[in-house]
Nanobody, 125 residues
Framework: QVPLVESGGGLVQAGGSLRLSCAAS????????MGWFRQAPGKEREFVAA????????YYANSVKGRFTISRDNAKNSVYLQMSSLKPEDTAVYYC??????????????????WGQGTQVTVSS
């Protein structure tokens, strides 16, 4: 198991920044592929970003490319999502999730085995 706990959400004005953190535990926490997803009210959960176990590979949704940065610190078993130039449409509950490998579609929610409880991000206009 890889229990995941997100933190760092909150209320921010448009154009502002937030940094989300995801703390992972378990013996495979430092090697799992990690992803960030988000779900706005009335919408399906959508992919935001993913990072490989080593941190050498990253992938972003087009909607956040250039504004968000995913990173990880395996010594701390943590993954981060630095969000900048935030827009009201970024408002959602953000979830981190883990999967075993990079193969397949890293955007697919069904490919992820474990999920955190989510943290709310609200961007005011």
């Amino acid at each position: 198991q890889v229990p995941l706990v997100e933190s760092g959400g909150g209320l921010v004005q448009a154009g502002g920044s937030l940094r989300l953190s995801c703390a992972a535990s378990g013996r495979t926490a430092s090697t799992a592929v990690m992803g960030w997803f988000r779900q706005a009210p009335g919408k399906e959960r959508e992919f935001v970003a993913a990072i490989s176990g080593s941190g050498g590979l990253t992938y972003y949704a087009n909607s956040v490319k250039g504004r968000f940065t995913i990173s990880r610190d395996n010594a701390k078993n943590s993954v981060y999502l630095q969000m900048s130039s935030l827009k009201p449409e970024d408002t959602a509950v953000y979830y981190c999730a883990s999967r075993r490998s990079w193969s397949g579609d890293v955007r697919a929610t069904y490919e992820y085995n474990y999920w955190g409880q989510g943290t709310q991000v609200t961007v005011s206009s």
